[in-house]
């Protein structure tokens, strides 16, 4: 019965509207570029450019005209080969068409799950990724086609290739030896035994 918030990533084609939605467990950088390599694997190609929201997971020191990247942004921008390009701190108007795709990913996903309960965060996705179909799907109201056919045709041609394999985060560590010739690691507080010769 307890009521878990998720926050929620959405990835957009600017000229299309192609729109791809996950929610997460937690907003820390894990579960977030986990979610963008599932992303990038749902549109089946990069962009040469990726505009992300001024988010501390991804932005590492504001400057007024160049923004450095965190480590793990910057390693998964060099993997998926695209340059990586954040927002002004509030100022919506430097991406208006991802803010309304935003806005309509809203009305059509989340107003149709506002009645629903979901047991996990897979079942949540799972009722997402069906809606989102829909979304993508759906007509336009005043020009020919849908979202998903306008991105078959003219955006998809231009992304290039997905890399072999996705980005995997890798951790490393400094570990001192212990009088007992153990290390102990932080992350999972386990002793780990080091070789007599070492």
Sequence with gaps: GEVIPCPVLVCTFPYSGYTYVEALSTAKQEPLFCSLNLSQEYFGGVARNTLTDNMKQ???????????????????????????????PGKPKDKPTVENNVYQSYLRIYAKLRNEEFYSLFELNKRIRELLVEHN?????????????????????????????????????KAKVQMNYHVILGEDKHLYSVPYQY
């Design 58 to 88: 991804v932005v590492g020191k504001n400057q007024r005209y160049e923004y450095s990247f965190q480590e793990l942004a910057d390693q998964w921008a060099v993997h998926y080969n695209t340059n990586l390009v954040a927002t002004r």
């Design 137 to 173: 799907e759906a007509p336009f109201q005043k020009l020919p086609g849908s979202r998903k056919e306008r991105f078959l045709q003219d955006e998809l041609p231009l992304l290039k290739p997905l890399p072999q394999e996705a980005f995997v985060i890798k951790h490393a560590t």
